[in-house]
């Protein structure tokens, strides 16, 4: 009962002041936009076929998404800065829905990488201005906002890439992808019409050195976020390559159905919307350190078992297990909210999240050329490998 109680608190706590309706409305954006890109490894067969693409140029193909999602960070904390959330995550879904189009519209596999370019581009004016968004309406509960939001990316995660899958198989690929459009129409006029217009910001026709690239990075020197950086990156690396071929590495290598391995996709985020809310309070309350190894066990486990697992309850266990590593998105950026200065503290995220997001950007494509060679198993015990050296990189972290 009393765990009932504390949980309809938090609930009370998120919704209170009107709060409630702006954090639903960013959350709606995130989820659908998470979901929105992972529809891409469901139908990487059937743009693989169409195209042309081999192994390598299909994750190639993901990296471009993942890579403009980095690169477009730096400026989109600098524009949620200095213009406010509200337009930038309103264009940012905007921006998703004409690459998307772009996309259908594709009669060549270079125009379809240059769309996809402009997807994640789309994408990647989203994250940061959603942080700082939450971290001033939620001072005091930024973990638990951002574990809710990040499990409505989740949501979509889990519910977007089957449907997907569903009607590539029955229909074809293009419509696949297309249903999500009115979809995002509709979240870009929702973000627009709840979140607050940001108050004026004055020109004095000064180049304040607060707003400055380089002082923001003068800022970011410290050993604490040096080691955040690349803590973040090896997550990044490894999730961003495990979600990019792992419904193709359940078609080939284990032998399931396009829909069977769209379901343990969509499975391995649907986990993911328990645990980023249990993250994040975990984070509230005992710190970095106490919570980051507890998150990131499970998927080390699952990671270094995977090769090993036949038959679908198997991998039912193992993707239950590796899912676990969703978590860590909740703990390392709230803690990355709170020790970044308040006045740099959009543009701080971005440089931070893009550099880490640009080098996690290669790991499809080196992962693709692993698998082209016949090392697909070999390739997930390296992510284990990799998880497991995030784990030990966060016991350098200061004690709260």
């Not at 006029?189 to 004095?204: C, F, G």
């Not at 180049?207 to 400055?212: A, L």
Request: hydrophobic letters at 50%.
């Amino acid at each position: 009962m009393s765990r009932l109680d504390s949980i309809r608190r938090e609930l009370v706590g998120l919704w209170a002041g009107g709060t409630g309706k702006t954090l639903l409305a960013i959350a709606l954006g995130w989820g659908l936009l998470n979901g929105t890109r992972m529809i891409y490894p469901v139908l990487l067969p059937y743009f693989s076929a169409e195209f042309d693409l081999t192994l390598s140029t299909a994750g190639l193909l993901v990296t471009l998404i993942w890579l403009g999602y980095a690169v477009g960070q730096v400026p989109g904390g600098m524009l949620a800065d200095r213009h406010g959330e509200r337009s930038v995550l309103t264009a940012s879904v905007s921006m998703v829905v004409v690459g998307v189009i772009v996309v259908l519209l594709s009669p060549t596999a270079a125009t379809l990488f240059g769309a996809t370019a402009l997807v994640g581009l789309g994408l990647s004016q989203y994250p940061i201005a959603r942080i700082t968004a939450l971290s001033d309406l939620y001072p005091d509960r930024i973990g638990r906002a951002l574990g809710v939001t990040m499990a409505a990316g989740d949501i979509g995660q889990t519910v977007l890439p089957p449907i997907a899958s569903v009607l590539a198989v029955a229909v074809a690929w293009r419509l696949g992808l297309g249903f999500v459009l009115p979809l995002l129409c509709i979240t870009a006029v929702v973000i627009w019409l709840t979140l607050p217009a940001p108050d004026p910001v004055p020109d004095d026709g000064d180049d304040d050195s607060s707003e400055s690239l380089r002082y923001v990075i003068g800022e970011l020197r410290s050993p604490v976020l040096a080691i955040m950086g690349v803590i973040l990156f090896l997550f990044i690396f490894v999730w961003q390559t495990f979600s990019a071929f792992y419904p193709t590495y359940l078609v080939e290598q284990k032998g399931l159905s396009s829909t069977m391995a769209g379901g343990l996709f969509g499975l391995f985020f649907a986990v993911g919307v328990v645990v980023k809310p249990v993250a994040g309070m975990a984070y509230d309350r005992i710190g970095l350190r106490g919570s980051l190894p507890l998150v990131l066990l499970g998927s080390i486990v699952g990671l270094a078992l995977l090769p090993f697992v036949d038959g679908l309850v198997g991998l039912v266990f193992v993707t239950v297990l590796s899912s676990t590593m969703l978590g860590s998105g909740a703990i390392t950026q709230s803690y990355l909210a709170e020790i970044i200065p308040p006045e740099i503290q959009g543009t701080g995220l971005g440089v931070i999240r893009s550099s880490a997001s640009v080098l996690g950007a290669s790991g499809p494509l080196v992962f693709g050329v692993v698998a082209e060679r016949g090392y697909f198993d070999a390739g997930y015990l390296l992510l284990a490998l990799i998880i497991a050296l995030g784990t030990l990189l966060t016991l350098r972290m200061p004690r709260e």
